[in-house]
């Protein structure tokens, strides 16, 4: 076993004084011991009940004979650090996360992992720290929060935290008081677990059964659900199977699983920022996976779920439905069923036994939303290395769109304006210089597009931009736009005025300007001077690479 080298012999004896300060026995000696690596925080509502999660987890453990000992992660509230300076680092964080797994469980000589995230970057920072790695592990989360509920009038109306940014512009509009604003913020968030819709968190949660690398209900059952714990247990229970079968995290993600969990994730029209993470853990576990593979996916996987912000319907509607696993089931002849999953059965034996309970949650394939997946990769002339649109999310009146750029050079100008009323209907607007390294950590954009939304203009403007997009994004919003900015993409070159061309179905995205005018207008920019210049961003800056990789970290 890896811990040999700290619990065995004479030289070791300092190494077990310590170990027995902690809990350890000598008669333990013979027991592997297993890293429960919890992202626990008081301040992220998807956090706060995870001590209860590693409690279960640590009592699987136990009762397969390991020794579990806790440590914890980082976690940044993307919902909290939005629209102001807090969100440079919320993508950072991933990188730090991974790192910070890889320097505890080396540091210590952990046999095997249980992962226990819940939000946003956790998620993906966890599963590149897993493949990274290569120790026997496995992922349970906290699970999704319950959609809130307010009574208008004896009619019942579901709330998620998207209804409050989209509430913002209602308020800007004068379409609603801020008295009214005040109740969504009481009733829409009721309580643990990560954001209600089919957001990024969730999205990633899903994606993690999909890969393989939770079992059978990870991205959907409730937080506040007994069958979470129950999990929990199982998932503690189940590392020490996979350890015992040296089970390891790059034997189930590869090429094969990366395909799943984008055939599920078009299935779903999951969150944008899910093609930036399963990027990057293609990059971590080694596999060759190009952008343009997505296209290829998305055109032949039908769209079976629209659950918020693209549908009425929230991830407790989908669990209540039949799950990722009756989602997988309906997509089996898209899938690689012999890929492995934690659970030591392979894909078609995990779906077998699945169904749909609710038709209209989980479509079948042959009455599918769309015959083409929720997202998009655009390429052009304004993208080169492509850009991500969550497409199940746009107006059909908007997934073609021409009309005169707005150009911002930070998502503060761009908020002010919407705002302030100066956007006008059929304009694109462009907030640039927010990628990995201009922003730098290439912050979401949640709040320009919820007040588009909130003022009723998401079918008359699109956003583009080198930066994000929450998973709670609606409308003709465009991100990830490759090369950014900073590095002298095309969106440097761009004025307003500009016109700006959009072709969702044709995956295109273009300005209409020669080929000439671009490079002139890009040799007149001085060279790009970073906006932060001490500490981790600054680092980060010097480190990250394009949003088309993954933003991963060079070298």
Same mark, same amino acid.
């Given at each position: 076993?890896?811990?040999?080298?700290?619990?065995?012999?004479?030289?070791?004896?300092?190494?077990?004084?310590?170990?027995?300060?902690?809990?350890?026995?000598?008669?333990? /000696?013979?027991?592997? +011991?297993?890293?429960?690596?919890?992202?626990?925080?008081?301040?992220?509502?998807?956090?706060?009940?995870?001590?209860?999660? @590693?409690?279960?987890?640590?009592?699987?453990?136990?009762?397969?004979?390991?020794?579990?000992?806790?440590?914890?992660?980082? &976690?940044?509230?993307?919902?909290?650090?939005?629209?102001?300076?807090?969100?440079?680092?919320?993508? !950072?964080?991933?990188?730090?996360?991974?790192?910070?797994?890889?320097?505890?469980?080396?540091?210590?000589?952990?046999?095997?992992?249980?992962?226990?995230?819940?939000?946003?970057?956790?998620?993906?920072? *966890?599963?590149?720290? &897993?493949?990274?790695?290569?120790?026997?592990? /496995?992922?349970?989360?906290?699970?999704?929060?319950?959609?809130?509920?307010?009574?208008?009038?004896?009619?019942?109306?579901?709330?998620?935290?998207?209804?409050?940014?989209?509430?913002?512009?209602?308020?800007?509009?004068?379409?609603?008081?801020?008295?009214?604003?005040?109740? +969504?913020?009481?009733?829409?968030?009721?309580?643990?677990?990560?954001?209600?819709? *089919?957001?990024?968190?969730?999205?990633?949660?899903?994606?993690?059964?999909?890969?393989?690398?939770?079992?059978?209900? $990870?991205?959907?059952?409730?937080?506040?659900? &007994?069958?979470?714990?129950?999990?929990?247990?199982?998932?503690?229970?189940?590392?020490?199977?996979?350890? @015992?079968?040296? /089970?390891?995290? =790059?034997?189930?993600?590869?090429?094969?699983?990366?395909?799943?969990?984008?055939?599920?994730?078009?299935?779903?029209?999951?969150?944008?920022?899910?093609?930036?993470?399963? *990027?990057?853990?293609?990059?971590?576990?080694?596999?060759?996976?190009?952008?343009?593979?997505?296209?290829?996916?998305?055109?032949?996987?039908?769209?079976?779920?629209?659950? =918020?912000?693209?549908?009425?319907?929230?991830?407790?509607?989908?669990?209540?439905?039949?799950?990722?696993?009756?989602?997988?089931?309906? +997509?089996?002849?898209?899938? $690689?069923?012999?890929?492995? %999953?934690?659970?030591?059965?392979?894909?078609?034996?995990?779906?077998?036994?699945?169904?749909?309970?609710?038709?209209?949650?989980?479509?079948?394939?042959?009455?599918?939303?769309?015959?083409?997946?929720?997202?998009?990769?655009?390429?052009?002339?304004?993208? !080169?290395?492509?850009?991500?649109?969550?497409?199940?999310?746009?107006?059909?009146?908007?997934?073609?769109?021409?009309?005169?750029?707005?150009?911002?050079?930070?998502?503060?100008?761009?908020?002010?304006?919407?705002?302030?009323?100066?956007?006008?209907?059929?304009?694109?607007?462009?907030?640039?210089?927010?990628?990995?390294?201009?922003?730098?950590? *290439?912050?979401?954009?949640?709040? !320009?597009?919820?007040?588009?939304?909130?003022?009723?203009?998401?079918?008359?403007?699109?956003?583009?931009?080198?930066?994000?997009?929450?998973?709670?994004?609606?409308? &003709?919003?465009?991100?990830?736009?490759? !090369?950014?900015?900073?590095?002298?993409?095309?969106?440097?070159?761009?004025?307003?005025?500009?016109?700006?061309?959009?072709?969702?179905?044709?995956?295109?995205?273009?300005?209409?300007?020669?080929?000439?005018?671009?490079?002139?207008?890009?040799?007149? +920019?001085?060279?790009?001077?970073?906006?932060?210049?001490?500490?981790?961003?600054?680092?980060?800056?010097?480190?990250? %690479?394009?949003?088309?990789?993954?933003?991963?970290?060079?070298?």
């Amino acid at each position: 076993m890896k811990s040999d080298t700290v619990k065995r012999g004479i030289e070791r004896a300092p190494h077990r004084a310590l170990l027995h300060a902690v809990g350890w026995r000598r008669a333990d /000696i013979d027991k592997p +011991l297993i890293g429960v690596i919890n992202s626990f925080s008081e301040i992220v509502p998807g956090h706060i009940h995870l001590p209860d999660i @590693a409690e279960a987890v640590k009592a699987g453990v136990c009762s397969g004979g390991g020794v579990p000992f806790e440590v914890n992660t980082i &976690a940044v509230c993307d919902g909290i650090a939005m629209n102001h300076p807090g969100m440079k680092y919320s993508l !950072p964080s991933r990188e730090l996360i991974a790192d910070s797994v890889e320097i505890v469980a080396e540091a210590h000589a952990f046999d095997a992992l249980v992962f226990i995230p819940n939000c946003d970057k956790i998620i993906p920072g *966890m599963l590149m720290a &897993a493949v990274r790695l290569n120790l026997p592990a /496995i992922f349970i989360s906290g699970g999704p929060m319950l959609a809130g509920r307010l009574d208008n009038n004896g009619k019942v109306e579901k709330l998620d935290l998207s209804s409050v940014f989209e509430a913002v512009g209602k308020v800007a509009a004068g379409k609603m008081n801020q008295e009214e604003l005040e109740q +969504l913020e009481e009733f829409a968030c009721p309580g643990c677990g990560s954001c209600s819709g *089919m957001f990024t968190a969730n999205t990633m949660n899903c994606l993690t059964e999909a890969l393989g690398m939770g079992l059978v209900g $990870n991205g959907t059952i409730p937080a506040v659900d &007994a069958r979470r714990i129950q999990l929990a247990k199982k998932a503690g229970q189940q590392v020490m199977e996979l350890l @015992a079968n040296d /089970i390891r995290p =790059r034997d189930i993600v590869n090429r094969d699983s990366i395909h799943n969990a984008f055939v599920v994730d078009m299935a779903l029209g999951g969150s944008t920022n899910s093609v930036l993470h399963l *990027m990057a853990v293609a990059h971590e576990a080694g596999v060759d996976f190009p952008l343009s593979m997505v296209n290829q996916i998305s055109q032949r996987t039908p769209h079976l779920s629209k659950l =918020r912000p693209t549908g009425d319907y929230h991830i407790e509607d989908l669990d209540r439905a039949g799950g990722i696993a009756a989602v997988m089931k309906q +997509l089996k002849e898209l899938l $690689n069923l012999d890929s492995k %999953t934690v659970s030591g059965k392979s894909v078609a034996e995990v779906i077998v036994d699945s169904r749909i309970r609710d038709k209209e949650v989980i479509r079948p394939v042959t009455n599918a939303h769309s015959p083409t997946g929720g997202i998009a990769i655009l390429f052009g002339n304004l993208a !080169p290395e492509g850009a991500v649109v969550k497409k199940a999310a746009v107006a059909p009146e908007m997934m073609v769109h021409r009309g005169a750029a707005r150009v911002f050079d930070s998502e503060e100008e761009a908020t002010s304006a919407i705002m302030g009323g100066s956007v006008k209907p059929g304009e694109v607007v462009v907030i640039r210089y927010e990628g990995p390294k201009g922003g730098p950590g *290439m912050r979401e954009m949640l709040t !320009p597009t919820a007040l588009l939304s909130g003022m009723g203009m998401d079918k008359e403007v699109a956003l583009i931009t080198d930066g994000r997009f929450s998973g709670a994004t609606r409308g &003709a919003a465009i991100g990830h736009v490759s !090369p950014e900015a900073a590095s002298r993409g095309p969106i440097a070159a761009l004025r307003n005025g500009d016109i700006i061309k959009i072709d969702i179905p044709n995956y295109r995205l273009d300005v209409e300007l020669s080929d000439k005018e671009r490079a002139e207008r890009l040799a007149q +920019l001085a060279e790009f001077e970073p906006k932060v210049k001490t500490g981790y961003l600054k680092r980060y800056a010097e480190k990250v %690479t394009s949003a088309s990789t993954g933003a991963v970290f060079s070298g």
